[in-house]
């Protein structure tokens, strides 16, 4: 990884640790758009990186409170859109329209964001148990709670990489760095 590339990165995690600790609506955010991207242009190291240490920063100074025992689970589960995006990678058709592509990325969007939820979830589930309550019981409750913000999330996801992935990748593209140069593998928009 060469100087511009890490800084780049750098600049990137600074941002969406800014955005996560920015007040917003529940459940709507940027950090796995910007893992997964990372994850398709730099690696997945990079990627789950990003995601990663997003996570981290955010689970300590969320303007929603602590996230206690779950911050694991949602490091864990923003890791995955990093690897996802390193996955995409390795299996991207060469040749999208824009249409196909965003609706392509949209559909991988909200799939991030569900497995982010059931991560997490999980890891409420988990708080649960420790707290005394039966484990099916606990993790049932969990997922239960928190559907509402899971499909606000599912959608809300679904909308940002539907609208935003393709002019973000256009964008990092003319930067020059990481793999995502796509005119050198072969790879085109029309």
């Not at 005394?132 to 679904?158: E, T, W």
Request: charged content about 5%; glycine content about 12%.
């Amino acid at each position: 990884m060469n100087t511009r590339q890490l800084a780049l990165i750098s600049l990137l995690t600074a941002f969406c640790v800014g955005l996560q600790l920015t007040p917003r609506p529940p459940n709507v955010e940027f950090t796995s758009l910007t893992s997964f991207t990372i994850g398709v242009a730099f690696g997945v190291w990079a990627g789950a990186f990003v995601g990663g240490m997003t996570m981290f920063v955010n689970g300590f100074f969320s303007p929603w409170g602590h996230a206690g025992l779950n911050i694991p689970f949602q490091v864990a589960g923003m890791l995955f859109a990093g690897v996802l995006g390193h996955i995409y990678r390795m299996f991207a058709p060469n040749k999208y329209s824009s249409t196909r592509f965003c609706l392509e990325a949209g559909v991988l969007g909200a799939f991030i964001a569900l497995v982010y939820d059931l991560i997490t979830n999980v890891g409420v589930g988990v708080q649960f148990i420790l707290a005394g309550v039966d484990p099916a019981l606990a993790l049932f409750s969990a997922i239960a709670y928190g559907s509402f913000f899971s499909l606000v999330h599912i959608v809300s996801n679904g909308a940002v990489f539907g609208f935003l992935w393709l002019p973000f990748a256009k964008a990092l593209n003319n930067f020059k760095v990481g793999e995502l140069n796509w005119s050198k593998k072969g790879h085109s928009y029309s």
